[in-house]
């Protein structure tokens, strides 16, 4: 199985080196944005237009969503692991035993 900076590092090497930092950060804020889109529009062909749901063409997309969010990463220089536990670390803290609706609608920033 792949580790988080393995992706991040190999992800990295199919990106526009051309583009400064930020240039680098805008391209993968635009393009998480623009996949993740492209992710929404499968479920609304789903659920509205009658097309198959095809997880497999959830998995590509998913797949470049996590591309632009290593770019993203690379581009203010954190590694990829890093974000991932920060975010383990504050769902833990605001849910620690498991999501609960009232902890939700009660939670502390």
């Known amino acids: 199985m792949m580790k988080a900076d393995e992706?991040?590092?190999l992800a990295y090497k199919t990106a526009n080196k051309g583009l400064g930092?930020?240039?680098q950060l805008r391209n993968?804020?635009?393009?998480?944005?623009g996949e993740a889109g492209?992710?929404?529009d499968l479920l609304k062909k789903h659920?509205?237009?009658g097309h198959d749901l095809d997880y497999n063409d959830i998995i590509k997309e998913l797949g470049d969503v996590a591309?632009?969010?290593a770019l993203a990463c690379t581009a203010i220089g954190v590694p990829l692991?890093?974000?991932l536990q920060q975010n383990i670390d504050k769902l833990k803290a605001r849910y620690p035993d498991g999501f609960k609706t009232?902890?939700?609608v009660n939670r502390k920033e």
Request: no cysteine; charged share 15%.
């Open 81 to 83: 692991s890093a974000v």
């Open 38 to 40: 492209e992710v929404i």
């Open 102 to 104: 009232v902890d939700s």
């Open 47 to 49: 659920e509205f237009q």
């Open 67 to 69: 591309w632009y969010l």
């Open 21 to 23: 930092h930020y240039d």
């Open 28 to 33: 993968a804020v635009y393009g998480l944005n």
């Open 7 to 9: 992706y991040q590092y």
